[in-house]
C-alpha cells in the first residue's frame, strides 16, 4: 500500500520509506522466526540438555500458555482404536490469545531408551524436532483465551489417521498455537509432550516383568501392653486406620494390587499391627500421658480379610520385621555387639508372622536395601540374616560393558549370592507428584515407552527384568502404578513373571556383576542413615530387656512387645524422619525402665541391736501384675567385724514374690562391739548381675555390760529390803493394837486402820526395756506382712 501511495519517478518521503520497511520486517518476522528456529535446531542438540530447553522457550515463546495433557486413552492404542487425549490449556501471558487452536503433533520414532530420557526432560517447543500437526478436523479452536483463563479441550483421532509406521515408541506433541498483539503471527504458544507407544501386534518375543507390590507401612506399635490376660497392645496413634479404610494410601494398595499380576512384598510388622487392631486396643493420647480406646477393628478386619484372599494362591516375599535399615546396620551397626544377631532374629519373626496371620508359607530369603542400593558390607549383612538373594538398582549395579540392551536382572555377585537388579528408569517412573491428572498420565505414558522400548532393544532376546518401586507408594502413585501395569496386561510386548522365577533367570553372560564399592554408595542415602548411637542405644535397651526377662515368672508377655518394640527401632521408615526415631528409642527404654523399677527393695530406717545378737527385715516389693523369681537378696556388713550376718560378711536368700505384693525377708545378725555399721541390701539375679539400685542403712549395737547389769541388781534389792521392812513394821503395830483392846474409843471396820491388805502396797517389778530388733528368728515372714521399713 505504501509503494502505490507513491508516484511514478519521484523519491518516496523519508516517512513512507520508514513505514515501508516496519512493514516489511513485521511481515518476515515469521520467516525469521522460523530461519532461526532451523538454524538453532543442530545448536540445541549439541548443547547440554538444560540449556536447550531455556534456548528453544527464549526462541519460540511457547511458555505463553501452559498446556496440561490430563488424560490419554488407550495409552497403549492398537489398530482399529481411536485416541483420545484430553487436557486444558491457561494463559499465563498478559495479553489475550487471539485464534487459539490445539492441535496433535506426531514427532519421529526414538530410537533408544535414552532418547526417551532426553525427550521428557526437554521442556517448550522446538521445530523440527516436535513433529508436524496431525491438523484438519482434529483441532480443538477457541476464538480468544484472556490472561489467567483455562479452558478444557478433548481431541480424539482415529489411530489410522495419525499414519504409525513401524512399531516403536513415538513422541506425540500437544501445541497450542494463536497470535496476541505483541505478536500478531500465528506461533506455537504453548507445548506439551508424552510418548506413544505402538506394537500394532503381539511382539513375537516377550519381555518378562516382574513388579513387586509393597505393603509396608511405618511403625505404629508401642513396646507398651495393657496388664489384662490378652495384654491389649497400645499404639503411638490412629494413623494406620486411616491407611485401612476405604480411600486410604493400604487400602488402594490392596484393592489395586488384587486385580494385577504383582509380586507380594510384606513388612510383617504391618500385618502385626493391623492383626493387634482386629481386637481392643489403645491409643496414645497426644501428649503421651495416658490413652483412649481404639475403635476402628472393624476396618482392620476387613483389610486383613481382603489381604488373605487376595494372596492365597500368589508368591509372597516377607521382609525380616520392621523392614530393618540393612544400610544402616552395615555401615554403623555392625560393630555393636548383638545388632546382627537382632536382624536374624527379626527375619525368622518375620517370616512366622506371615505364615500365621495370612496362612501362606512366604519367602523370606530376599534383602530389600533403601533404594536398591549395595556395597560389600550391605551384602555381608544382608547373608548373615539368611538373604542370599538381594534386591538391586540398576543405578547402582551399572553397566560397564556399554550393551546396547538391558540385561537380565538375575546376576551371580560371588559367594553364593545373587543380586536382582531392578531397572531404575521403570523403578522410579513413579515417584513424583501423582495427585494430578497430568503428573500421572505423563509417568504412565513414559513407563510404557521404555518398557516397550526394552523390548524392541533386541526383539529376538527374550528379557528378565524386575521394577522396585518406592517402598510406600501414596494412594495417587498407586493408582498410576496399577493404571500403568493394566495396560500391560493384554501382554503385547511385556508378560508377567514372579519374583523366584526372576531370580533363577540364566544370567547375562555380559551383565556386570561388580558390587559397587563403599565409596561409591550415594552421598544424600548416607546421611539418612541412622547413627551408631542409634544402634547403641538399641542395644542398652536389648540388654535391659535380657536381664529383666530372667527374674519374670512369665516372660514371654515382656519379651514379645519389647522384642518387636526394638525390631522397630531399626526401621527403614525412619528415614528423613531423625526426631521421630529417636522419640520413639526413648519411648521404648523408657518404659522398660519404669517396669523394671517395679521390682525394688523398700528403703529401710536404722535398726538397733540392744544385744550381741538378733534378726533384721528386709522388705522386697513387686509392682508386677506377674511374679518375680530366680532374685537373691544380698546383705552385707560393711564392718564384719563388729557385725556378721549369718557369722558372714554377707548373707543371701532367693527370692520369690507374687504379682501386686511385698515379701520381708529376715537375716540373723551377731555383734561384737558396739556403735554404728553400715549394712548394704541389694538384689541380685541368678547371674550374679546386680538388680536395681541397694538400700543402706545403719545398724546400733548397744550391748548391756557387766557393771550396769550389777547395779541394776543392786537397785532391785533395795527395794525388796525397803518393801519388807516396812511389811514388818505394819504388822507390829497391828499387834499392839489388838493387845491394847476398845478402850481407845477405836472400831474395826473400813474407818478403823488403813484397810490395807498385807502386800497391796508392793512396788511393781520392772521389766527389761523392749529391744528394737525381733528375736532371733530366721524364718521369713508371710508375703504382704506389715514390716518396718
Known amino acids: 500500500m505504501a509503494e502505490a501511495a507513491d508516484f511514478p519517478g519521484t523519491s518516496p518521503s523519508p516517512a513512507r520509506r520508514w513505514l515501508r520497511r516496519t512493514a516489511a520486517l513485521l511481515a518476515a518476522a515469521p520467516v525469521l522466526a522460523g530461519m532461526l528456529q532451523l538454524s538453532a535446531e543442530p545448536t540445541a542438540h549439541a548443547v547440554a540438555p538444560s540449556a536447550a530447553p531455556s534456548a528453544a522457550v527464549d526462541a519460540t515463546g511457547s511458555n505463553t500458555v501452559d498446556v496440561s495433557l490430563n488424560a490419554l486413552t488407550p495409552t497403549a492404542p492398537s489398530d482399529g482404536d481411536t485416541l483420545t487425549v484430553r487436557g486444558t490449556v491457561t494463559n499465563e501471558g498478559k495479553q489475550t490469545v487471539t485464534g487459539a487452536e490445539v492441535g496433535l503433533r506426531l514427532g519421529p520414532v526414538l530410537n533408544g531408551r535414552s532418547a526417551i530420557d532426553s525427550a521428557a526432560k526437554r521442556t517448550g517447543y522446538q521445530a523440527g524436532a516436535d513433529g508436524n500437526e496431525v491438523g484438519g478436523k482434529y483441532v480443538k479452536k477457541f476464538s480468544k483465551l484472556a490472561p489467567g483463563i483455562r479452558q478444557d479441550f478433548s481431541i480424539s483421532v482415529p489411530v489410522k489417521a495419525l499414519g504409525l509406521g513401524a512399531d516403536g515408541v513415538y513422541q506425540l506433541g500437544v501445541s497450542l498455537t494463536g497470535r496476541t498483539t505483541a505478536q500478531p503471527w500465528s506461533q506455537v504458544l504453548g507445548f506439551e509432550r508424552t510418548f506413544l507407544p505402538w506394537q500394532s501386534s503381539a511382539a513375537g518375543t516377550k519381555t518378562k516383568t516382574t513388579y513387586l507390590w509393597p505393603l509396608i507401612s511405618t511403625p505404629h506399635l508401642t513396646a507398651e501392653t495393657g496388664s489384662d490376660e490378652q495384654q491389649t497392645p497400645v499404639f503411638t496413634d490412629d494413623d494406620l486406620a486411616e491407611e485401612l479404610a476405604p480411600g486410604g494410601r493400604l487400602e488402594q494398595m490392596l484393592s489395586l494390587g488384587r486385580q494385577l499380576d504383582v509380586t507380594w512384598v510384606i513388612d510383617p510388622d504391618l500385618l502385626a499391627s493391623v492383626d493387634a487392631m482386629t481386637r481392643n486396643y489403645r491409643v496414645q493420647t497426644a501428649n503421651g500421658k495416658g490413652t483412649t480406646a481404639g475403635k476402628h477393628q472393624a476396618v482392620a478386619k476387613q483389610w486383613l480379610n481382603k489381604l488373605e484372599q487376595t494372596v492365597k ?23 555393636v555387639t548383638g545388632s546382627l544377631g537382632q536382624l536374624k532374629d527379626a527375619t525368622d519373626v518375620g517370616a512366622e508372622a506371615v505364615e500365621v496371620i495370612l496362612h501362606v508359607k512366604p519367602q523370606s530369603d530376599f534383602a530389600w536395601p533403601v533404594n536398591g542400593a549395595l556395597d560389600p558390607s550391605i551384602v555381608d549383612v544382608s547373608s548373615s540374616a539368611g538373604a542370599h538373594t538381594l534386591i538391586a538398582r540398576s543405578d547402582s549395579l551399572r553397566e560397564s560393558s556399554g550393551l546396547p540392551y538391558t540385561p537380565n536382572a538375575a546376576r551371580p555377585i560371588g559367594g553364593g549370592k545373587t543380586a536382582v537388579v531392578s531397572d531404575a528408569r521403570l523403578s522410579t517412573a513413579f515417584q513424583g507428584d501423582m495427585t494430578g491428572a497430568e503428573g500421572s498420565t505423563l509417568a504412565v505414558q513414559e513407563f510404557l515407552a521404555q518398557s516397550l522400548m526394552v523390548t524392541l532393544q533386541e526383539p529376538d532376546k527374550q528379557r528378565s527384568i524386575v521394577v522396585a518401586p518406592q517402598r510406600m507408594p501414596s494412594a495417587s502413585q498407586a493408582q498410576s502404578m496399577a493404571k500403568a501395569l493394566s495396560a500391560l496386561s493384554d501382554e503385547r510386548w511385556s508378560q508377567p513373571q514372579d519374583l523366584s522365577a526372576a531370580a533363577k533367570t540364566k544370567p547375562d553372560p555380559a551383565a556386570s556383576t561388580q558390587v559397587p564399592s563403599a565409596a561409591s554408595y550415594p552421598l544424600a542415602l548416607r546421611k539418612q542413615e541412622l547413627p551408631k548411637s542409634a544402634f547403641k542405644s538399641i542395644q542398652n535397651t536389648q540388654n535391659k530387656l535380657n536381664r529383666f526377662q530372667t527374674i519374670l515368672s512369665e516372660p514371654d508377655r515382656v519379651i514379645t512387645p519389647f522384642g518387636r518394640a526394638i525390631d522397630r527401632e531399626m526401621s527403614t521408615s525412619w528415614r528423613g524422619r531423625t526426631g521421630k526415631a529417636a522419640t520413639f528409642r526413648e519411648g521404648v527404654k523408657d518404659y522398660l525402665t519404669t517396669l523394671v523399677e517395679q521390682v525394688a527393695l523398700i528403703s529401710k530406717s536404722d535398726a538397733k541391736l540392744s544385744g550381741r545378737s538378733a534378726t533384721i527385715p528386709v522388705t522386697v516389693q513387686n509392682n508386677l501384675v506377674q511374679g518375680i523369681d530366680h532374685m537373691v537378696l544380698r546383705l552385707t556388713s560393711e564392718n564384719p567385724t563388729r557385725l ?35 549394712v548394704y541390701a541389694q538384689l541380685y539375679t541368678e547371674d550374679g548381675q546386680p538388680y536395681g539400685e541397694p538400700v543402706r542403712f545403719d545398724v546400733n549395737v548397744t550391748e548391756i555390760t557387766l557393771t550396769v547389769m550389777l547395779v541394776i541388781a543392786g537397785g532391785v534389792l533395795l527395794l525388796v529390803l525397803a518393801g519388807f521392812r516396812m511389811y514388818t513394821q505394819r504388822k507390829r503395830a497391828a499387834r499392839q493394837q489388838a493387845e491394847e483392846g476398845p478402850e481407845d474409843g477405836h472400831e474395826d471396820g473400813p474407818d478403823g486402820g488403813s484397810g490395807t491388805e498385807p502386800g497391796e502396797d508392793d512396788p511393781e517389778q520392772p521389766s527389761d526395756p523392749t529391744p528394737d530388733t525381733a528375736p532371733e528368728s530366721a524364718d521369713p515372714s508371710d508375703t504382704g506382712e506389715r514390716v518396718d521399713r
Open 313 to 335: 494362591d500368589e508368591k509372597v516375599v516377607a521382609l525380616p520385621f520392621a523392614d530393618p535399615d540393612l544400610a544402616s546396620l552395615a555401615h554403623n551397626g555392625k560393630t
Open 644 to 678: 556378721k550376718i549369718d557369722d558372714k560378711a554377707y548373707s543371701e536368700q532367693r527370692i520369690k514374690v507374687s504379682g501386686g505384693h511385698a515379701q520381708s525377708v529376715k537375716f540373723t545378725t551377731t555383734a561384737n562391739a558396739n556403735g554404728p555399721v553400715p
